[in-house]
């Protein structure tokens, strides 16, 4: 039998550690080599054994001879197959060939709810907006995962000033502050945040992406406010967001006219097209933030 883990890299390994402890298998992950595999995988005297095999730097090669013993393999072998991220071609062998487990990676609402039965699961009690923060936190499930375990060892109430005292990760890069700085017609201010982030380290790419797709919702939460009235939960289920996010961007979509909307989406259209043409993207990013001001 040959059980696969793809997804998250960190899920899927937690998945594939739970299968072995309750097949009775030492977790020892194996190399994608063939007869290491072959060996681990067909027993002894005391009956059948089994593998945990680790593909993530599985070459093509490599793996072209390794699906042959698999293939090969008797049915009462037991091989668990860790590839967080399989090749298009590799996924469908396992689909095929393979009881095969996906862990995707939580995303938005998703994120934070998985954040939240995590803190349940290791007796963590702290408010909602502290499973609010670290699910929008851009950071992968194993460094939240870590935060938590260094949040389990703290004595007394969990507050979310203490947990953003304590987390050593980098807060999410926010376009609502630079955005509401520079619409509200506070230009140093916008440019002050806006050198913050680069001076820490954020790529200006990265902040032009931020920027991009919040005008780019903004745009679909404005044009819909035409021609229908949106709550908040309208507002969420349209862009697929979490509630926190999609309530700041529908305040912003309500307040924000047409005029300056349009000029944004141009200014950032130019700035993409500047940063792909080899121009300055931090002078792109400066006139974008002009384009908002009144």
Do not use: C
């Not at 668990?80 to 090749?87: F, V």
């Not at 670290?134 to 992968?140: M, V």
């Not at 926190?244 to 259209?269: G, T």
């Amino acid at each position: 039998m040959i059980v696969s883990f793809t997804g998250d890299p960190f899920l899927a390994r937690r998945a594939a550690r739970a299968e072995a402890e309750l097949r009775g298998l030492e977790w020892r992950l194996l190399p994608p080599e063939p007869m290491a595999v072959q060996q681990a995988a067909g027993g002894g005297l005391f009956g059948p054994g089994g593998a945990i095999v680790d593909l993530r730097e599985a070459g093509e090669a490599e793996w072209k001879e390794l699906r042959g013993v698999l293939e090969a393999l008797p049915q009462e072998s037991v091989v668990l197959l860790y590839d967080p991220k399989p090749t298009a071609a590799r996924s469908r062998w396992l689909g095929k060939h393979t009881e095969k487990r996906d862990h995707p990676t939580p995303r938005y609402r998703e994120k934070v709810r998985w954040v939240t039965n995590e803190m349940k699961r290791m007796g963590l009690k702290a408010p909602a907006a502290v499973a609010h923060y670290l699910g929008e936190l851009e950071a992968d499930l194993e460094a939240i995962h870590a935060e938590l375990e260094k949040l389990a060892l703290l004595d007394g109430p969990l507050t979310l000033e203490r947990v953003k005292a304590v987390v050593a990760l980098d807060p999410p890069l926010s376009s609502f502050d630079l955005v509401d700085a520079a619409a509200a017609g506070r230009f140093e201010r916008a440019m002050k945040l806006l050198r913050g982030l680069l001076d820490r380290g954020e790529e200006p790419l990265r902040i032009l992406g931020a920027l991009s797709k919040h005008f780019t919702r903004t745009a679909v939460l404005w044009a819909e406010l035409q021609r229908r009235h949106l709550t908040e939960k309208d507002a969420a289920a349209l862009l697929k967001l979490h509630p926190f996010a999609a309530k700041k961007l529908l305040a912003f979509a309500r307040r924000i006219d047409e005029a300056r909307l349009l000029r944004a989406l141009d200014a950032l259209a130019e700035a993409e097209k500047a940063a792909k043409t080899g121009r300055d993207p931090v002078l792109a990013l400066e006139r974008v933030l002009m384009a908002l001001r009144g």
